[in-house]
């Protein structure tokens, strides 16, 4: 991890690549004036009030950028953690950070330990990995204040990232001030925990309280491999915990324990007007209904969350495998038979994650939780069974279903030792040994997205009169491009109590009767501006794109108005409002209202930025949306 300790008061770094790097650069750079006279707060202070209600923001150059001695003002209150950023592929490409940053792309946590780049490297005519400014690599929930006043003083675009895994490019803001939460990732598992306000109303319960910055492997190692608990996560190792809860997030397991953002029980905020708040169900209930699923980068900063942890069960299993069909005829029977076994057999809280259906092919990726290997097989066997009974199917990858102790299920050593193809791990030196990624997940490392959309499949399109519909417009989408179906992404089977505490977070209600997350994604290789692989081509890009579009298009013919998943849906969504949120946008439109009524927080499309400009550096005179919406919940 970066370590700039020791920097304070020497000026602020130009951040590079790794620590070594960084000092060594921290000692060659200039003194910075140190902090100028009294007068700058006062100043700083009398333009809050306009610069808030400011039609643009500024950008470096503009007359009311910060000057020198303010940033380095900045520097010192943040304990010298100010990071002036560069992209590591900005110097010469025989240099040592060009190379090292080049040998890296495809290593999520090297990515992660980077504040000039991003998880994602672009997406085709959306956007582009760039870094912001500057950058608070914040300690401390002070220093996260000191950058949200600055940055409402001095009327800057503000950015937050945590993990840096938004795929619409939300934690990514050239010209901006960005507060980086990654070295905030301390973790600790408490067996008795009460929300603030609720001390002798409310059973204590074993929690996990967490720094906003680390990623879900930090939880998983101290509340399952050390701690032998369960805290509903993500799927993803190195996604980041307070982007996920504030996306809703999802886990494999989510169709027992439901989503992420449910089991929140409370968050420390730093809101617009640099106030630390509590927000759970008591203190700021408003606000804390909001960061469940309400979107990230929106509301605040949050800086510490408290989560639920549940019994763990003895076993986690895997069901995998890939049958291909060799005929038209052949392939739509596989798929109405999955789709058919699928509603009799899993449709039920042990069951999550997902089936891929190609052209010619159905690729399995089940995963389950509190069944016993040889339950497993009895279950699959009648499916199996059919397939090997039909000479028109083969196993591309053999059938297989493995059950392993749940308590190994995100230990890194296990892994490594009992399935080494499976995860990827952290090679760098010094690399904590748990930091692993599943080898499922290398893909989208780095990744340039051509198209990405998803939509919530009602659960009503299981039913027996309604299945053979599903099944001709999943065939018709693979004439265009291959879909996934995420079981563990859509509650409808899920315990009716997951269920209802779902229903009391932002997330699109739509996720409630839903049996699954049809997503439909591609992308190529790393294509960081002046990086090692170039730019993309737009062309064969933009054709991607296209078949993705159409591909979708098929499915919703009996999915209509189906809403997406915030973190996991289209750039160019035009109706985002209601598909990402549904009848509950007006309820959070109101919780941002009241807590940034100025908008010092943006992201594209997230919630108040009708307000302004894409960028997020220019308000808009009437905001289109309000009046000509239609919730579809
Ligand atoms: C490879 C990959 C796998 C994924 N797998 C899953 C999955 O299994 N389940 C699932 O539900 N989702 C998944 N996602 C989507 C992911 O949950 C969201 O993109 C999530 O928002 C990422 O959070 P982050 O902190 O890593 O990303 P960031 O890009 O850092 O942040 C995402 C958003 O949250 C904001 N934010 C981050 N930290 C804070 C904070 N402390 N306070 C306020 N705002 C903050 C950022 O400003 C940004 O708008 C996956 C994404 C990728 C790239």
């Given amino acids: 991890m970066l370590d700039t300790a020791g920097l304070a008061g020497r000026g602020i770094s130009e951040h590079r690549v790794n620590r070594r790097d960084l000092l060594k650069r921290a000692a060659a750079i200039p003194f910075l004036p140190g902090i100028v006279a009294r007068g700058l707060a006062a100043s700083a202070s009398a333009a809050?009030?306009?610069?808030?209600?400011?039609?643009?923001?500024?950008?470096?150059?503009?007359?009311?950028?910060?000057s020198e001695s303010a940033w380095a003002e900045l520097n010192q209150r943040v304990g010298g953690q100010l990071l002036k950023l560069r992209s590591p592929f900005a110097g010469p490409s025989s240099g040592g950070e060009y190379r090292e940053a080049a040998a890296q792309l495809k290593n999520p946590y090297y990515l992660g330990d980077e504040p000039a780049l991003t998880q994602t490297s672009g997406w085709v005519d959306a956007w582009t990995s760039r870094p912001a400014a500057y950058a608070v690599a914040a300690r401390k929930t002070r220093d996260?204040?000191?950058?949200?006043?600055?940055?409402?003083?001095?009327?800057?675009?503000?950015?937050?990232?945590?993990?840096?895994?938004?795929?619409?490019?939300?934690?990514?803001?050239?010209?901006?001030?960005?507060?980086?939460?990654?070295?905030?990732?301390?973790v600790s598992v408490h067996d008795a925990f009460t929300p603030r306000g609720f001390e002798g109303v409310m059973t204590p319960q074993p929690a996990v309280t967490t720094e906003a910055g680390a990623m879900w492997v930090d939880l998983y190692g101290a509340v399952t491999t050390r701690g032998g608990r369960y805290v509903q996560g993500g799927g993803c190792t190195t996604v980041g915990v307070a982007g996920l809860v504030q996306s809703g997030g999802f886990g494999s397991f989510s169709k027992r324990y439901g989503t992420a953002a449910a089991g929140l029980l409370e968050a420390e905020v730093?809101?617009?007007?640099?106030?630390?708040?509590?927000?759970n169900k008591r203190m700021h209930p408003d606000l804390f209904w909001g960061l469940k699923g309400g979107g990230g980068g929106s509301l605040g900063v949050v800086t510490r969350l408290t989560l639920r942890t549940r019994e763990l069960p003895e076993y986690f299993g895997a069901v995998l495998g890939?049958?291909?069909?060799?005929?038209?005829?052949?392939?739509?029977?596989?798929?109405?038979?999955?789709i058919s076994f699928y509603h009799s057999d899993l449709f039920n809280p042990h069951w999550g994650e997902h089936m891929t259906l190609t052209r010619d092919a159905l690729h399995l990726l089940m995963l389950f939780q509190g069944l016993e290997q040889q339950e497993a097989e009895r279950i699959w066997a009648p499916f199996f069974d059919w397939v090997?009974?039909?000479?028109?199917?083969?196993?591309?990858?053999?059938?297989?279903?493995?059950?392993?102790?749940?308590r190994h299920f995100w230990d890194g050593d296990y892994l490594r030792q009992k399935l080494p193809g499976a995860v990827v791990?952290?090679?760098?030196?010094?690399?904590?040994?748990?930091?692993?990624?599943?080898?499922?997940?290398a893909g989208e490392v780095g990744w340039f997205i051509h198209g990405y959309r998803s939509a919530w499949l009602p659960a009503s399109l299981l039913n027996e009169g309604q299945q053979s519909r599903l099944v001709d417009a999943l065939v018709a989408c693979t004439r265009h491009w291959s879909v996934q179906l995420y079981f563990n992404k859509a509650l409808a089977g899920a315990p009716p109590e997951e269920i209802e505490a779902a229903r009391e977070t932002a997330t699109n209600p739509q996720v409630l009767d839903a049996f699954a997350l049809a997503i439909i994604a591609g992308g190529g290789p790393p294509a960081y501006v002046g990086g090692p692989d170039g730019r993309p081509n737009p062309i064969s890009s933009r054709l991607n794109a296209f078949s993705i579009r159409l591909a979708m298009d098929e499915l919703l013919k009996v999915a209509p108005g189906a809403g997406s998943y915030v973190s996991e849906s289209d750039y160019f969504e035009k109706n985002w409002q209601d598909a990402f949120w549904g009848g509950n946008y007006p309820r959070l439109a109101a919780v941002k209202a009241k807590y940034d009524p100025d908008g010092l927080f943006f992201v594209r499309h997230g919630v108040g930025s009708e307000r302004w400009s894409d960028d997020g550096f220019t308000r808009r005179a009437a905001p289109p949306m309000e009046s000509s919406r239609t919730p579809r919940n």
């Fill in 144 to 186: 996260v204040v000191a950058a949200v006043n600055f940055a409402r003083e001095h009327n800057l675009r503000l950015v937050v990232k945590g993990g840096g895994h938004s795929y619409q490019g939300t934690s990514d803001a050239p010209d901006s001030l960005l507060i980086w939460t990654r070295h905030m990732n301390r």
């Fill in 388 to 406: 090997r009974a039909h000479k028109e199917y083969t196993f591309d990858e053999p059938a297989r279903i493995l059950t392993f102790p749940a």
């Fill in 322 to 338: 890939s049958i291909r069909a060799s005929s038209a005829e052949a392939y739509r029977a596989l798929v109405a038979r999955a």
């Fill in 425 to 441: 791990s952290d090679d760098r030196p010094g690399a904590p040994r748990h930091h692993v990624m599943f080898a499922e997940d």
């Fill in 48 to 66: 809050t009030t306009a610069a808030a209600r400011a039609a643009s923001r500024v950008r470096p150059g503009d007359a009311g950028w910060p």
């Fill in 270 to 279: 730093v809101t617009a007007d640099g106030q630390v708040r509590i927000a």
